[in-house]
Each structure stands twice: as C-alpha cells, then as structure tokens.
Nanobody, 121 residues
C-alpha cells in the first residue's frame, strides 16, 4: 500500500526558513505531478505549489518568490523550500501526488497526513 511520508515541519520565527520533504512509501509504477497544499485553521485547503512530471511549476500568489518546489526523480521525492516565512504561512501542509501504485491498477491522487508549520515570534 502506498502512502506519502512528509517531514520537515516545525516552529520558525518570521523571516526564517524551513524545508518540507515528501516521498511515497511502497511500490510505485509511475509518478506524475506532485505538490503541496496547506490548510490554516478555519480556512479551506489551498494550493501552495505544484510540479509536473517534466518539472513545470506553479505557485500560489502569496508564496511566489519566497517558496521553491523541486523534485528528485531518482528518489521520487518532492521538496518545498520556504524562505522569508510570515505568520500567515502558518498552516498544516499536505503533500499531494498523482501516481500509479504497482499493485494499484490505475492512476489516482494520494495525500500525506500533513505536517504543521508555525511561524511565530
């Protein structure tokens, strides 16, 4: 069974940096787009950044210029480098991947459990 495993959340002061990592566990036949979403208390989950199989990227307007999404194709991992963090970046961040598990039979979207990012002095 495939799961997305996230790491790298935590507490950081405004202006600081954090890196989030995500990788699928289990056997994968193919991996398509990957991305990060976030959900703040009382708000809907929203896209942060997304990267396609051929490394095209899109960013939400609030994070453009501060966050960078990259992927390591050899390791099937996706990274989110977050710089110049602001209190409004505080949220639970969820990894997202579109993939086909070796024993899954079809391509579908997977979600991680979420990792907390808190930006506070």
């Amino acid at each position: 069974q495939v799961q997305l495993v996230e790491s790298g959340g935590g507490l950081v002061q405004p202006g600081g940096s954090l890196t989030l990592d995500c990788a699928p566990s289990g056997s994968i036949f193919s991996l398509n787009a990957m991305g990060w979403y976030r959900q703040a208390p009382g708000k809907q989950r929203e896209l942060v950044a997304r990267i396609t199989y051929d490394d095209n990227t899109i960013y939400a307007a609030p994070v453009k210029g501060r966050f960078t999404i990259t992927r390591d194709h050899a390791k099937n991992t996706v990274h989110l480098q977050m710089n110049s963090l602001k209190p409004e970046d505080t949220a639970v961040y969820f990894c997202n991947a579109v993939l086909t598990a070796t024993f899954g039979g079809y391509e579908r979207t997977y979600w991680g459990q979420g990792t907390q990012v808190t930006v506070s002095a």
